[in-house]
Structures are given as structure tokens and as C-alpha cells.
T-cell receptor, first 115, second 114 residues
């Protein structure tokens, strides 16, 4: 069976510090991978998605970046955090194909607080 | 463009009450439609889905029917329990989307009181 892991689960960082959130998927190959952010009191915003190693698409301009150094690894980073980067970050994966009918499977999330 | 609109919450119900959470969408063609649930402090879990018009998704007593004519996918449950308290998200995936990107509504908080 497939599993998705995210870490760290909780993070408190000062403004201006760097960030690295990691996500790995097990039990599948060549997945599509996604980073979503859920800000307090708001819905989910798609930040990045990746269809393969080294292939990253950004959905919104921001202070964050993403990388996919291995097939089942997806990393969210920042060089200097802003207060507005606080939120709940969710990694997700799905199989390719099926014309959009595939289910996204989410990790447990990483809660980031920037002070 | 593609978008999802959900009723604003919170929705507060007593145990065993009937639940409806409205969801309407805007999309070209025939998107797939989903309901996800987020329990406190956790990630999202798929609750149910429907991939074509008139399909009914169901799971754990929850149901939603894909209505093309009204572009709706309302979530219903006949008798809610305290354990159903969570945030519910409606979402769509555009047809033929090779990237399978999901577009979410803003979520509806459901609070069930004993």
C-alpha cells in the first residue's frame, strides 16, 4: 500500500530564517506531487505541483520554492520566511492519468508559525 | 475559469440532525467532483467522489449527487454524530487534466453537539 510522510509536523521559526519541509511517498512510482497551503480561516491554495523529477510548476508568486530531487521526494523551501508564510502546509500525491478523476492522498500536514 | 463555492460555516447541529452542505461549481466540460474531510489537527481525507453527471458518491452515511443542470454537488447525511465534527471541503478536478490539480472550496466547519 501507499503511504505519504511529511515532516516536521510542527515548526516555529523567526522571520527571516530559512525553511525546509519534506514530503516522501512510498509504495508507488512516478506520482504527481503537490504542495498546498491552508491559511487560518481560509481554504486550500495550491502552491506547487510536480509531474516528475526536477519538474516544478508554481501556481502563485510567493516567497517559497519547491524541488523534487528524487521521484518520491518533494521539498518546500524558503530562504527567508515572512510572517505571511505561517499556515498549515499539506503535501499530496496522485497517480497520473484518469482524466482528472484520480484521488489526491494527503499527508498529515506541517504547521508552520513564523514569529 | 474553474471555481468551487461552498456555503459559509460554521454549521452547528444537534446529534441525529439532518445535514446539508451546499456546493456549486464553475467549470468547462465534465469535471470530477470530490468531498474531502479534515478532522482537527489532521490532513485531508477523501470522503466521496463522483466523476460524471448523475453519479452519486457515498461513504460513511454521507451522500452527494453530481448535478450537471444545477452545477451542484451538495453533501448530505441523514443523521449526524458528534464524531462527524470536522471541516468539509468540496473540490473539482477539470476533465482531461493531466496534472490532476484539485480546486478547493473554502471549507465548511461542521460542529455537532450531543
Amino acid at each position: 500500500s501507499q503511504t505519504i510522510h511529511q515532516w516536521p509536523a510542527t515548526l516555529v521559526q523567526p522571520v527571516g530564517s530559512p525553511l525546509s519541509l519534506e514530503c516522501t511517498v512510498e509504495g508507488t512510482s512516478n506520482p504527481n506531487l503537490y504542495w498546498y497551503r491552508q491559511a487560518a480561516g481560509r481554504g486550500l491554495q495550491l502552491l506547487f505541483y510536480s509531474v516528475g523529477i526536477g519538474q516544478i510548476s508554481s501556481e502563485v508568486p510567493q516567497n517559497l520554492s519547491a524541488s523534487r530531487p528524487q521521484d518520491r521526494q518533494f521539498i518546500l523551501s524558503s530562504k527567508k520566511l515572512l510572517l505571511s508564510d505561517s499556515g498549515f502546509y499539506l503535501c499530496a500525491w496522485t497517480r497520473k492519468g484518469a482524466n482528472g478523476a484520480n484521488v489526491l492522498t494527503f499527508g498529515a500536514g506541517s504547521r508552520l508559525t513564523v514569529l | 475559469g474553474n471555481s468551487v463555492t461552498q456555503m459559509e460555516g460554521p454549521v452547528t447541529l444537534s446529534e441525529e440532525a439532518f445535514l446539508t452542505i451546499n456546493c456549486t461549481y464553475t467549470a468547462t466540460g465534465y469535471p470530477s467532483l470530490f468531498w474531502y474531510v479534515q478532522y482537527p489537527g489532521e490532513g485531508l481525507q477523501l470522503l466521496l467522489k463522483a466523476t460524471k453527471a448523475d453519479d452519486k458518491g457515498s461513504n460513511k452515511g454521507f451522500e452527494a449527487t453530481y448535478r450537471k443542470e444545477t452545477t451542484s454537488f451538495h453533501l448530505e447525511k441523514g443523521s449526524v454524530q458528534v464524531s462527524d465534527s470536522a471541516v468539509y471541503f468540496c473540490a473539482l478536478s477539470p476533465y482531461g487534466g493531466a496534472t490532476n490539480k484539485l480546486i478547493f472550496g473554502t471549507g465548511t466547519l461542521l460542529a455537532v453537539q450531543p
